[in-house]
Every structure is written in C-alpha cells, then in structure tokens.
Nanobody, 123 residues
C-alpha cells in the first residue's frame, strides 16, 4: 500500500534553500509519477513540479522554474524537491502526490497524497 510521507520543511530566510523529501513507506515508488503541490493560507492548492516514473522531462510551474529542482531516487523510493533562492511567497504547506498515470499539473490527476510539510520563508 502506497503511503507518502513528506519531510524537510522548516523555517528559512529569504534567499536560502531547503530540500523536501517524499518517501513511499509502502514499498516501491518506481511505477508512479510524482508531483509537488503547495497551499498557502486562504489559497487553492497549486502545482509546483512533477516528475514521471522514468525521471525524465520534469515539469515546473513558472513561479519556481530555475529555482526548484525535482528529482527521484527509485532505489530509495524517494522523490526530492530542492528549493533554492526561496522567497516569502514560497511560504506554504507542500504536498507530494502520486499517480500511475503521467503526472500533470492538476490536483485531480493524482489519487495519492501525503500529509504535507510546512515551509516558511522569512523576509
């Protein structure tokens, strides 16, 4: 059974970096496309980045392109989100999600979700 667990969130100053991890505690991750989403208070959950099961052709939202990098280590059943040059507007709860289909940009394309990890960027 797939169970997604995010970690790595925290408080960081603007310009700093964090690396989020999404692990599948239920076993193999290699067949799943994985996306990262975030939700700020009072706002809808929004797409951040996604990576197919192959690891090729990752996709990013315009707001994080060039600053965030999504990657995966299938041997360790983990997907990472490296976040650099963080801004105050990146503050949100970050969620990873998984799908057996191609990972798109809509929350509706994912059936499995983690519990989220808080990222707070102070300006």
């Amino acid at each position: 059974q797939v169970q997604l667990v995010e970690s790595g969130g925290g408080l960081v100053q603007a310009g700093g970096s964090l690396r989020l991890s999404c692990a599948n505690s239920g076993g193999s991750f290699r067949s799943f496309g994985v996306g990262w989403f975030r939700q700020a208070p009072g706002k809808e959950r929004e797409f951040v980045a996604a990576i197919p099961s192959s690891g090729s052709m990752p996709n990013y939202s315009d707001s994080v392109k060039g600053r965030f990098t999504i990657s995966r280590n299938n041997a360790k059943n983990t997907v990472f989100l490296q976040m650099n040059s963080l801004k105050a507007e990146d503050t949100a709860v970050y969620y990873c999600a998984a799908t057996l289909r191609f990972p798109g940009t809509s929350v509706h394309q994912y059936s499995l979700w983690g519990q989220g990890t808080q990222v707070t960027v102070s300006s």
